[in-house]
């Protein structure tokens, strides 16, 4: 779950925050989003499907605020060792999903988890 200052500004139209993180050591990314439920950006949700990144998690809560928050979890298999991404699939997934969010004025960041939080 992304941490959300708060649900009355938006960084696009449906879309609180975006995280785009991997467990260690870095090399498969998944992408982490806070949505509104009530106005869903279905049109980059469907581009981010169309890129072959899969929806593993969907889960609903009220922010402190009492906005609605609907937090979605995308992961996309690579073809190296337990689904990772070989060095070619992860440079043109980053490019891929840069194109994506940066169309819509979202600037990523991708990091790499500590041990704590990819493991929690």
């Known amino acids: 779950m992304l941490f959300l200052k708060s649900t009355t500004v938006t960084k696009a139209p449906g879309i609180y925050d975006v995280d785009i993180a991997a467990k260690p050591p870095g090399k498969t990314f998944g992408v982490f989003v806070a949505t509104d439920p009530d106005n869903p950006p279905t049109e980059?949700?469907?581009?981010?499907?169309?890129?072959?990144?899969?929806?593993?998690?969907?889960?609903?809560?009220?922010?402190?605020?009492?906005?609605?928050?609907?937090?979605?979890?995308?992961?996309?298999?690579?073809?190296?060792?337990?689904?990772?991404?070989?060095?070619?699939?992860?440079?043109?997934?980053?490019?891929?999903?840069?194109?994506?969010?940066?169309?819509?004025g979202i600037t990523i960041a991708p990091r790499v988890m500590s041990l704590a939080e990819a493991y929690a």
């Open 44 to 104: 980059v949700l469907a581009q981010l499907a169309a890129l072959g990144f899969k929806q593993t998690y969907s889960g609903g809560y009220t922010h402190k605020d009492r906005g609605k928050v609907l937090d979605l979890h995308f992961q996309k298999a690579g073809t190296d060792l337990f689904e990772g991404w070989k060095a070619e699939e992860l440079e043109a997934n980053m490019a891929a999903i840069t194109a994506l969010f940066g169309g819509i």
